[in-house]
């Protein structure tokens, strides 16, 4: 055989191999999203999204308070988280001859590979022990988880705005300021949008740190100082539990998580589209 | 005749590194003055050096003075983001916003800076794409993207944006570089017509080009100003051997 003919087998079964990895990796996500929906769908009716959770002996019930302790509680820890993130990215991006960029950088990355739990300690202690079991404490917790992966992408992202096109708007007389938010920021909308989306979804999903600062909970809201049910923990709790209409909630907390989180994925690519194709 | 800029003693250095050494040049106003080098002789530090763009490369430094219609614009006192807004300035490679339509790309200068009157912008825009010779070509495509134009029309596009905030002085840094002949002869055409109503800084490293569009000629050697003086003469009289070696193509 020659080498070409060598080289087209070699091609042709190395794209074989990718297709098959490829395959392999997509099994675990479409089989845990088939029977999320499998299972959970026949659970999901109007009681399902308007009740709060049954408790032990109660037929009925709904998952309707954890999705509203969910959602305040994700929204919290992201209005402190992204702010932040975003913040600490952008210096990362535009400053980094500065010379304390290198060890935040360096902490940051150390702040990601923390374990959840150990965040949820954390807060435990700092926050928990004087105000309580409280919305106030998961939100701190989760937002503690939300920081570094929205530092992350946001430097990650303007950084892959060209150096000329910053160059372009300063010598057009532009402050250092406006060139960052409408040059380099718009530039990197797109990414930065995605490494947000990742985040929320990443701490809708948390149960660890929650667990920790807000406890197992099952009642409506009632104020930032107080605990409040959420979808995560429903999970866990029902699931284990030896009642089979918890163990349905459970499914059906699980497809409203899935379902909420692919919902936030959606509109934020089809909010940053490219303008210009 | 008027000066523009009076370069007195400038010097400027990349970290310990110094490229421009001890450099004093007076450029006319309403002219085009080319700068010609070898590579890495300063050519564009020394350009950069004129709207103070050198010093925001990290551990860039300046010393010396650079005159700018009389005044220093190294003294303390002065605002470099304001001195920016006095000088145009075209990039080797074209550089439109990305994600910025024509129209945009064209009013940035100005929208960046907080104008927001419709009516004076649709005007700049379109006097300013006249001016750089690209309205025809795009006068119905404004809302496209910048970045959809070829080579040639991104670096007019480039020039537009520049003279929409109708700066003192254009300067361009190897504006051709990139560009394909027939993109190059527009663009030659188009800083003499530039240099009518500006003062006109161009770097080139095409011997010809200098020929071709500038009135004045400076040849740097190794951050050293060799030789200054009227186009005609640094190419037909050259004074010093190093100029005569780099202008018949001996070295470079």
């Given at each position: 055989m020659d080498h070409y003919t060598i080289r087209k087998i070699i091609d042709k079964s190395m794209r074989i191999l990718a297709y098959l990895a490829l395959i392999v990796a997509l099994v675990p996500l479409f089989s845990i999203l088939s029977g999320v929906i499998l299972k959970g769908a026949s659970s999901i009716n109007i009681d399902f999204l308007t009740q709060p959770s049954p408790t032990v002996g109660e037929a009925g019930g709904g998952v309707a308070n954890a999705i509203q302790g969910t959602l305040i509680t994700v929204?919290?820890?992201?209005?402190?988280?992204?702010?932040?993130?975003?913040?600490s990215g952008i210096f990362l991006s535009e400053y980094s001859e500065a010379k304390i960029s290198s060890p935040i950088r360096f902490f940051n990355d150390v702040l990601s590979g923390f374990p959840s739990i150990v965040v949820g300690i954390f807060c435990y202690a700092l926050i928990v022990r004087t105000i309580g079991f409280s919305i106030t404490a998961a939100a701190f917790a989760l937002s503690i988880i939300m920081i570094p992966i929205v530092t992350r992408t946001t430097e990650e992202a303007m950084k892959l705005v060209p150096a000329t096109v910053r160059e372009a708007a300063i010598a057009l007389g532009v402050p250092k300021w406006r060139t960052t938010v409408s040059v380099v920021l718009s530039g990197a909308k797109k990414g930065i949008a995605t490494g947000i989306l990742l985040a929320v979804a990443r701490i809708a999903g948390e149960s660890a740190p929650v667990l920790v600062t807000m406890g197992y909970w099952r009642w409506w809201f009632a104020?930032?100082?107080?605990?409040?049910?959420?979808?995560?923990?429903?999970?866990?709790?029902?699931?284990i539990s030896p009642f089979e209409n918890w163990q349905a909630l459970a499914w059906g907390s699980a497809l409203v998580l899935v379902i909420l989180i692919l919902g936030i994925n959606?509109?934020?690519?089809?909010?940053?589209?490219e303008k210009y194709k | 005749m008027f000066y523009k800029f009076e370069i007195e003693n400038l010097n400027a250095w990349f970290g310990s590194k110094q490229v421009l050494k001890n450099i004093n040049i007076k450029i006319r106003e309403k002219a085009v003055t080319a700068i010609i080098g070898p590579s890495?002789?300063?050519?564009?530090?020394?350009?950069?050096?004129?709207?103070?763009?050198?010093?925001?490369?990290?551990?860039?430094r300046v010393s010396g003075k650079v005159l700018f219609n009389g005044i220093d614009i190294y003294a303390e006192d002065v605002d470099p983001v304001q001195t920016r807004r006095k000088m145009g300035m075209v990039f080797q490679k074209p550089n439109p916003f990305p994600m910025m339509s024509i129209y945009d790309n064209v009013a940035a200068g100005l929208k960046l800076n907080g104008v927001r009157d419709k009516k004076r912008l649709n005007e700049v825009v379109e006097r300013s794409l006249k001016m750089a010779i690209l309205w025809d070509e795009v006068k119905d495509d404004l809302n496209k993207s910048g970045a959809s134009l070829s080579g040639g029309q991104q670096q007019r596009l480039c020039i537009a944006r520049a003279l929409a905030v109708e700066p003192e002085v254009m300067l361009m840094d190897e504006p051709a570089s990139a560009l394909d002949p027939i993109a190059t002869a527009k663009l030659e055409v188009l800083?003499?017509?530039?240099?009518?109503?500006?003062t006109v800084v161009i770097v080139t490293h095409n011997m010809q080009q200098a020929a071709r569009v500038s009135d004045f000629t400076a040849f740097l050697y190794l951050g050293e100003l060799i030789e200054y003086g009227s186009t005609k003469d640094v190419f037909e009289n050259p004074k010093n051997e190093l100029t005569e070696k780099y202008i018949t193509g001996q070295f470079g």
């Open positions: 929204g919290l820890a992201s209005l402190i988280g992204i702010p932040l993130g975003l913040i104020g930032l100082n107080q605990p409040v049910a959420s979808l995560a923990l429903n999970i866990y709790i029902f699931a959606v509109t934020v690519r089809t909010l940053t589209r | 890495g002789c300063g050519k564009t530090t020394l350009i950069r050096c004129l709207n103070r763009m050198h010093e925001i490369v990290p551990h860039a800083i003499r017509m530039l240099a009518k109503d500006y």
